[in-house]
C-alpha cells in the first residue's frame, strides 16, 4: 500500500497519537506522519476533523478517522496482517472495551493533573486517585492475561496499548512530584508488564524518551507560568 | 445449553433503552430486573455485577456481567449473531467506525446538554439549549437523506441515538422550545424508528420520564 495513501496527523509526544503509531507499527502499515503544532492547527486537521479538531486524526485515502480507540479498532478492522490487537473471544473483547473505556474516561486524565498541580493539597488525592486505578488495574491485568505476559495475552493488544500508552508521561509525573506511582511493591504484577511493555522493540520505537518528555514539560510549565505574570 | 440472560436496569434510562432495544432487534429472551432505588439504594447485586462504576445497564450472560451501554449492543451483536437476526455494526471498517465515532459524539455532547438543560434557568440555558441543537442538527446532517444511520437498514448508531428521543419530550419542556423546530428530519427518524416493536417496546413513556426529571429536580434543589 502506497505510503501517501495514508497519513496520521499527530504529535509525537501525545499519547493518544502514539496508541494510533502502536497499533500501525504492531501490524507492520507504513503510513506518513505529519507532525501537528498543537497551539496552531494546519488546515488539513480542521477540515479532517472538524467536531474536535483534535489530534490524532487517521486519513485513509480520503477518509479520515477520529478518536484514538476508533483509530485503534479501525486499523484491526481494516488490516489482516499479524495477530488482531483485540481478543478472539466476544466476552474477553467486551472485557477490554471496557477496561479501555476505564484508562481513558477515568484515570488518564489525573497524572496529567497530578504533573501541573501546583498547590500541595491538589496533590495528595490526585495521587491516591492515581494509586487506586493502578490497583484495580493490576486487578483486570490479572483477569484478562490469564497468565501471558500482556493483557492481549501472548502479543501486545488493545488493552496494553491503551495503558502503555500512558506510561512515558506516567515516568515523567513520578520525577515531577517525586513520588514512584507505579510501584513495585504495591502493583508488583502491573510493574512487571509495563517493564514488558516499554522494552517491546515495536514499543520502543513509538514511545517518546522521558528525557525529551522532561524537557517538554518544563518549557510547557515556563510558557504558562510566564503567561500568567 | 439455554443461555441465561439478565439484564439489570432502571426504567428511565436512555443507556438502558439501548440494550433493551438491542436485545429485542436480536430476538433474544431475557430477564428484566429493575433497580428500584437506583438513586439511594443500589441493589447488592448491582454492586457485585458493577464494583467499578455501580451503574446501570448491566448484561448478565450465564452470570458473567457486560458493563456500559455500547459496550452491551456491540457484545450482544457479536454473540448473536448467526441466528438470522439484524447486524448492528457495519461489516465495513470504516462505516463501522463511523457508527462509533457518532455513539461516541452523542454521548458527550448530548448527554452532557441534556443533565444541565434541567439544572440551569436563564442565560445558562439558553446557552445550554443553543449547544443541544447545534448537537442534533450535526447528527441530522451525518443522517442525511437516507432513512436511518444505518442507510436503508436500522442499525448501531440508530440504536445509540433513539434512546434519547423519549427525553425529548423532558428537555423540550424544561426548556420551553421545540426540537421539531430545528430538526424536523431528525424527528421524522425518530418516528420511523419508533415504529419498529423493537424500539416501541423499548423506549420510556416521555411523561414518565419528565415525571422523573422532577424527582431529579427536587433532589438536586433545582426549582
Known amino acids: 500500500m502506497a505510503t501517501s495513501n495514508l497519513k496520521l496527523l499527530g504529535m509525537w509526544a501525545c499519547p493518544y497519537v502514539n496508541r494510533a503509531q502502536f497499533a500501525l507499527k504492531i501490524k507492520s502499515i507504513e503510513y506518513e506522519f505529519i507532525e501537528e503544532n498543537p497551539y496552531n492547527r494546519s488546515d488539513i486537521l480542521v477540515t479532517s476533523n472538524p467536531f474536535y479538531k483534535k489530534i490524532p486524526v487517521l486519513i485513509h485515502g480520503d477518509k479520515p478517522i477520529c478518536e484514538s480507540l476508533i483509530i485503534v479498532q479501525y486499523v484491526d478492522d481494516n488490516w489482516a496482517t499479524g495477530p488482531s490487537t483485540l481478543p478472539s473471544d466476544a466476552y474477553d473483547r467486551a472485557l477490554a472495551r471496557f477496561w479501555a473505556a476505564y484508562i481513558s474516561d477515568k484515570w488518564y486524565p489525573s497524572p496529567k493533573l497530578l504533573r501541573e498541580a501546583q498547590v500541595e493539597d491538589e496533590k495528595t488525592p490526585l495521587t491516591e486517585k492515581i494509586s487506586a486505578g493502578l490497583l484495580l488495574l493490576e486487578e483486570a491485568f490479572v483477569k484478562c492475561s490469564k497468565g501471558k505476559p500482556y493483557f492481549g495475552g501472548d502479543n501486545i493488544g488493545y488493552l496494553d496499548i491503551v495503558l502503555g500508552s500512558s506510561l512515558a508521561w506516567l515516568k515523567v509525573t513520578e520525577i515531577v512530584v517525586g513520588i514512584k506511582l507505579l510501584d513495585q511493591d504495591k502493583i508488583p504484577t502491573l510493574s512487571g508488564w509495563a517493564d514488558r511493555f516499554c522494552s517491546d522493540e515495536d514499543v520502543k520505537d513509538v514511545l517518546p524518551e522521558t528525557e525529551k518528555l522532561l524537557e517538554l514539560h518544563e518549557k510547557i510549565q515556563a510558557f504558562v507560568r510566564d503567561g500568567s505574570k | ?223
Open chain 2, 1 to 223: 445449553m439455554a443461555d441465561e440472560v439478565i439484564l439489570l436496569d432502571f426504567y428511565c434510562s436512555m443507556f438502558g433503552m439501548r440494550v433493551r432495544i438491542a436485545l429485542a432487534e436480536k430476538g433474544i429472551e431475557y430477564e428484566y430486573k429493575e433497580e428500584e432505588n437506583l438513586l439511594d439504594n443500589k441493589s447488592s447485586l448491582l454492586l457485585e455485577m458493577n464494583p467499578v462504576h455501580k451503574k446501570i445497564p448491566v448484561l448478565i450472560h450465564n452470570g458473567k456481567p457486560v458493563c456500559e451501554s455500547l459496550i452491551i449492543v456491540q457484545y450482544i451483536d457479536e454473540v448473536w449473531k448467526d441466528n438470522n437476526s439484524p447486524i448492528l455494526l457495519p461489516s465495513d471498517p470504516y462505516k463501522r467506525a463511523q457508527a462509533r465515532f457518532w455513539a461516541d459524539f452523542v454521548d458527550k455532547k448530548l448527554y452532557d446538554a441534556g443533565r444541565r438543560i434541567w439544572k440551569e434557568k436563564g442565560e445558562e440555558q439558553e446557552a445550554t439549549k443553543k449547544d443541544l441543537i447545534e448537537t442534533l442538527k450535526l447528527l441530522e446532517g451525518e443522517l442525511g437523506d437516507e432513512p436511518y444511520f444505518g442507510g436503508d437498514n436500522f442499525g448501531f448508531l440508530d440504536v445509540a441515538l433513539i434512546a434519547y428521543y423519549s427525553w425529548f419530550h423532558a428537555y423540550e419542556t424544561c426548556g420551553n422550545f421545540s426540537i421539531e423546530e430545528h430538526c424536523p428530519k431528525l424527528i421524522a427518524w425518530a418516528k420511523r424508528c419508533m415504529e419498529k416493536e423493537s424500539v416501541s417496546k423499548s423506549l420510556a413513556d416521555p411523561n414518565k420520564v419528565y415525571d422523573f426529571v422532577l424527582i431529579l429536580k427536587k433532589k438536586y434543589g433545582v426549582e
